[in-house]
């Protein structure tokens, strides 16, 4: 009934905390897919960082050791992903699939002990002078220092694929795998380091959740975020600047949804939860050019 | 080869089976089905110390089994299934939305014991229960509206039942009481339990100025939002949440399940067991009101008790009228009390509520 209740600083400043998470676990998932790999695994490789980030942070007391755990430990699981897909041949969808179900058990298992525990505290990163614009800097200048790196990521994949001779070979990896054997590169490396990265991505998304957004650890956290993250790699066309879009779009749905809804406007809350579903599904429709690399999902093997 | 193994297997599956039914006959077997993991802190949490509660009574008279996370729909209906072929006595399925998958499965074992938990539809072998939870929430209600200063109390609502509905409707009137310029605004999760949206929820609540947050989701997630923002009181919901006190935790609604769980799980021990409706509140000890701590003033945390004791021994029904719907229109008139049934399907909000309630 009443939208002046909803202060549009603070809409805009928990929009780009709502969506941090999503956005570190797509933009990895988007270099893997443009590698030609097709990950379904997301979500096991976010709730294993936010509970390898939860327990690492935990016991130093520093979140950026826990952050960096995180990496490490969705890193190593996605490993597991490459190794059977890669140099095993099994099949993605269906490895990474079990790769999920894999994650959620495991970070159960490992979580017994850390129930009803609180994570160290990461305090807001108030960037001098830029924080005092008004209006922009409460909203884009104070917050914790992972919304920035986030950013920075998918920025540097922007650089990373479209201005180096190394995002060049990746493409072309994942554009057409057996014509970039023909030219000598190497092929399964590519990926598997591809892979580990996207998973290094994941484990930090989750981590987030786990470390700053709620700040806890509990079993089945992620609650599909990470099948969130894969829809905005596809609504993205595999590009990072349009991925900043897609997970700000997400991020500031469920945001504005509940916005709404305190303020007491009744729109059904189904209507906006699939709305930004249907904003994937028209962007896909209207924009041809989006894409998929030639040879994602397909199995390599040197001697084919 | 296939066919092989899948023989096999069958017969491996079959062996396992007797072995289970043959076991069945001297150990009683309780199977319960939660909605959210063991470990949520709340509400699943509460029903398995509950369960914890009943191994220990019973010691190796009884064997109790559980599936965690269970999602409302046509997937419990395949987990109580199973756990009725595996050779359960009872079984308790602790969230309204199992209550259609527990009446088939109910209808499909009549020899099995059902118990649901917040439902209405019973059967021969189907009883229900649940906690008179309303009437926490009015001492919470009554804490609240003391409490506030901005007069704004957010609410995060899991789903649009009258259980949840209840309880809104009960936290108001008694926050209405203390204070008459008190605002609720009301967020629907739709989820049990969903840390992230849950704390998202109590975000966006604190930024619309709320500075009590009441929850009917069963995560710990609301009370870290509380505890981040400061200033902002919340109230343990379904557990104690004892480790988020003396602030942001006021105090809580506790269920106690074991000795309800005890005394049933004895009822089929003895073959007395019958098919109940029972609902229990504050007196009996299902429902029980944590400690409310210092960050409470002395004479609400005396009123607030003196409240939770009037309601306990039946002398003050938190529903007692006079007391309009939403509309104007008349519900209860002067000195009036609301009946079960009024309750039971309450989808109505009272006069003062904003806001609709979500079809």
Known sequence: MDLTSINPILFFASLMVAATPILLAAIGELVVERAGVLNLGVEGMMITGAVIGFIVAVSTGSPWLGFLGAAVGGALISQVFGLLTQYLLSNQVATGLALTLFGLGLSALMGQGYIGIKAPSFPDLHLPILSDIPYLGPIAFQHDPMVYVGLLIVLAVWLFLNRSRAGLILRAVGENHDAAHALGYNVRRTRMLAIAFGGACAGLGGAYLSLLRVPQWTEGMTAGAGWIALAIVVFASWRPGRLVLGAYLFGGVTVLQLNLQAAGIAIPVEYLSMSPYLATIAVLVIMSAGRSPGSLGKQFHAAR | ?359
């Open chain 2, 1 to 359: 080869m296939k066919r092989r193994t899948l023989l096999a297997t069958t017969a491996a599956l079959l062996a396992l089976g007797t072995g289970a039914f043959a076991q069945s006959d001297d150990v009683t077997k309780v199977g319960f089905v939660y909605v959210g993991p063991v470990g949520d802190g709340g509400w699943t949490y509460e029903h398995d110390q509950a369960r914890q509660a009943v191994e220990a009574e019973f010691g190796d008279a009884v064997e109790t089994v559980f599936v965690e996370s269970v999602p409302e729909g046509p997937d419990a209906e395949r987990v109580m299934t199973q756990m009725a072929l595996d050779g359960a006595d009872l079984i308790f399925t602790t969230s309204f939305g199992y209550m259609d998958p527990t009446v088939n499965v109910a209808a499909k074992f009549p020899d099995v014991k059902f118990e649901h938990a917040t439902g209405f539809k019973r059967a021969d072998n189907l009883s229900t229960y649940s906690a008179r939870f309303y009437e926490g929430r009015a001492v919470q209600g009554h804490i609240a509206g003391q409490l506030t200063e901005s007069n704004i109390v957010g609410y995060i609502g899991s789903y649009p039942i009258p259980e949840v509905i209840r309880g809104i409707n009960s936290a108001y009137l008694h926050a209405k009481e203390v204070n008459p310029d008190i605002e609720f605004k009301i967020v629907w999760a739709y989820t049990w339990f969903d840390p992230a949206k849950e704390a998202e929820a109590a975000s966006v609540l604190i930024e619309q100025g709320a500075d009590v947050i009441l929850q009917h989701t069963d995560s710990t997630a609301p009370q870290a939002a509380a505890q981040a923002a400061g200033n902002v009181y919340t109230f343990g919901q379904a557990s104690d949440m004892a480790e988020y006190g003396p602030m942001p935790r006021v105090s809580s609604i506790i269920d106690d399940w074991a000795p309800y769980y005890i005394a049933r799980t004895q009822a089929v021990m003895d073959g007395t067991w019958e098919s109940t409706d029972t609902w229990d509140g504050i007196g009996p000890g299902m429902v029980g009101i944590g400690e409310i701590s210092d960050a409470v003033p002395a004479e609400v945390k005396a009123s607030a008790e003196a409240l939770r004791d009037s309601i306990a021994e039946g002398s003050y029904h938190p529903f007692t009228g006079p007391i309009n719907k939403q509309d104007g229109s008349v519900w209860l008139a002067e000195g009036e009390t609301a009946d079960d049934g009024t309750l039971l399907g309450m989808n109505f909000y009272v006069e003062g509520l904003e806001g609709d309630i979500p079809e």
